[in-house]
Structures are given as C-alpha cells and as structure tokens.
C-alpha cells in the first residue's frame, strides 16, 4: 500500500501513475482483467460499474458504464492492442461523453518480493484532451479506486 | 499535391504530419481503407507489401509485411478503435521489430474545394520510442509513400 504517484508534464500529451500493492502480481492482474473483480474497485465510491462486454484478447472490445444515485450514466470503450499478459496490457480508451477523444493506455505489473508495482502510460491525442481528461477527476478517480483496490486485495488474500 | 509538413518537437511523444492531395476526399479515403489499392503505395517503393489482414471496423486487426529484393522483411500490425470513417479512423501500430513498443495513429481528411487534406497524429509511449520511429525513416518513408500515392490517385481519377 502506498500513495499513488502521478506525473503530468506541461506540454506533454501523456500521463505516468506508479502505485505499490500488498499483493502478488497474479493476484494483482486477476484484479485487474476478471470482470467479476473489476467491478469491485474501478473508480470512485459513488460509481456502480456495469461491464457491457470485456473480451481480453487481441483486437478484443471492452465496455462499461459508471452509474450513480441520481442517474447519472458515464460510458467508456476501447480495443485491447497485442495478447494482454502480466507482463503488460495495451489499451485504446475512449469517453463516451467526449467521442472522438481516445487515449492509448499501457499497464505493466513489477513483481517486487510478493508487492506489485502497478503502472500505468496514458497517451493523448493533444495536450488539450490530457488536460481535460486530468482536471475531469482522473486522479482522484484513480486514487480512490486504488484504495478499493486495497481492500479488496486484503479480502482475496485472506479468504485463499 | 504538396510537400508534406512534419511536426516532432522535442520532449513530446508525438508526431504530426500534413499532407494535401489533388483528389477528392472519397477517393483518398479509398486508397487509404482498401488493401488493392493501400498495397500500390504505402512506403518506400523498394518495399513490396503484402496485406496479411486488413478488417477495417472496430475492433478489427490488421497485419502487413514489407519485403526487399535482398530478403529483408518487416511486419507491422495494430487495431481499429472505433468505426473507421472519412472523418477519421483510429488504429494502434505496432512493428514487429520492436515488440511492445506500441503507437497510436489518428488519420483525418479534411476536403477542400475538390483536394483532400490529410493530417495524421501519432502517439508514442515515450518520446525515446517516437525518436526511434523518427530516426528509422518514418519521414523519408511516408514522404515517397504519399509520391507514390499522388501517382496512383491521378490513374484513378484518370480511369473513371
């Protein structure tokens, strides 16, 4: 467990996160990739997740909406680049709300003496979408579903 | 016809290119979207290239492979994001001598009075990969490619 690190250059179309887990990289990835598991953490509280479709292979589309208490619905798509492994996943990454607007996202899983280290490369068509895609709440987005993350790790852990 | 603009400045990963052809903007898209045509002039003309895959939708692949007379192969694959259009289509590139090293290509075209403006925007995961691409002959190679295109777009337009 440890604070999220992100870096945002100015005039740079990308964004680099760094985050440690107290859990193996298989345990990590699983959380990751298994719909079931995904649902559980990714992105804030307030959110419910539905996953339309999350077909994990080459050339495989994936989609899923947040939806909140007063029916709100946010949709988001993409296509995975290459065989998704532990050792990286390739990943388009589009807004619903902003069509037209996709990044390109890589995350990679370091195993370091049963801690995972967990990063992240999100790639922009400009500087302008970054920075929309940054002050829309993509860090707090990510930091408190990283916590979920934790403690959803903690539970998978103890219950094996 | 026009000679091609390229924008790679320094500390981004990134690299724009604009190009201007005397044909109209279906017609472009044509020899951009249809392996019978992409194959007549996509790169360097000493490369003989072959269409393994081209499924132009979202989700679908596509593979090519770039061949000499001296033996030497190149293969290059990547994925649609979104439903390909002439209002632009989204694909990640990867080359298959670099595995792992992925980039993102927007290709848009943009009609004006009877030409057709190609703008291309390409995204890598950090600016040491688009250093790499750049200094391989990415421009040398789009700038004979898009010759060899204005070539083929005048036969076309000549035949119809």
């Known amino acids: 467990m ?9 005039g740079v179309p990308q964004v680099l996160t760094e985050r440690t887990f ?7 990835y699983r959380a990751f990739t298994e719909p079931d598991l995904l649902v559980q953490w990714l992105g804030p509280r307030k ?8 077909d994990l292979r080459a050339g ?7 939806a909140d208490d007063a029916g709100n619905a946010f949709g ?21 709300g902003a069509p037209g607007h996709v990044s390109m996202d890589t995350v990679t899983f370091e195993e370091e003496v049963g801690r995972t280290i967990v990063r992240t490369n999100s790639v922009f068509q400009s500087v302008e979408a970054r ?14 579903g990283y916590e979920r993350l ?4 903690g539970k998978l852990i103890a219950n094996r």
């Open 22 to 28: 107290d859990a193996p990289r298989g345990l990590v």
């Open 150 to 153: 934790d403690d959803l790790l």
């Open 76 to 96: 988001f798509h993409g296509v995975f680049h290459g065989d998704p492994s532990p050792d990286g996943m390739v990943q388009t990454f589009e807004f619903e």
């Open 47 to 54: 959110y419910t997740m539905t996953i339309d479709r999350y």
């Open 2 to 10: 440890s604070d999220m690190q992100i870096t945002a250059e100015p």
């Open 131 to 144: 920075d929309a895609m940054v002050s829309s709440g993509m860090e707090y987005g990510m930091k408190e």
């Open 60 to 66: 495989g589309t994936w989609r899923y909406v947040h």
